[in-house]
């Protein structure tokens, strides 16, 4: 049982939207949203940021706040992601040491992998969606204070 909190983004390339071939154990071949674990000294537009970088080799503009989007798994684990959406230039490149395909598909193509059971999760499409319905918040949205002592709020749980 775990309990994960990262970032996603729903990112744009003119009219299509990027998605990468997840490799790693049973989440290898399926489709996924630029994304991945919050690492303990960022906010989650820094994950978000350096995630495309990782996975895409490309610069990306942040232009919304989507939401919190959760995925309580029946065995135990519980997924946070804040998804964001994105573009990068219509010149930029693909390359990356982590997938070895990322691709861009229409948003036609992503209901036919969703169909096909080849996305990693229900969040891939439901935040295209949203995306595609508007439901888009400022970036101000998600907001993050980096301080060097808060001595009011503490994380230790009773075991």
Known sequence: MS???GAGIVLRQ???YILVRE????????YNLPAGTLEITEDFAQCIVREVKEETGTDVKLEHFLGI???VIADGNNVVFVVFSGSVSDGATFQ??????ITTFTYEEIVRLEKKG???SPIVLKAIDDYRAGKTLPLEA???WHVDHLAA???EKDR
């Open 118 to 120: 080849r996305l990693r």
């Open 142 to 144: 998600a907001q993050a």
């Open 23 to 30: 490799v790693r154990h049973e989440k290898a071949g399926y």
């Open 96 to 101: 990356s040491d982590e997938h070895a395909t």
């Open 3 to 5: 309990f994960f909190i």
């Open 69 to 71: 989007y959760q995925t």
């Open 14 to 16: 003119g009219d299509t």
């Open 153 to 155: 709020i503490t994380v």
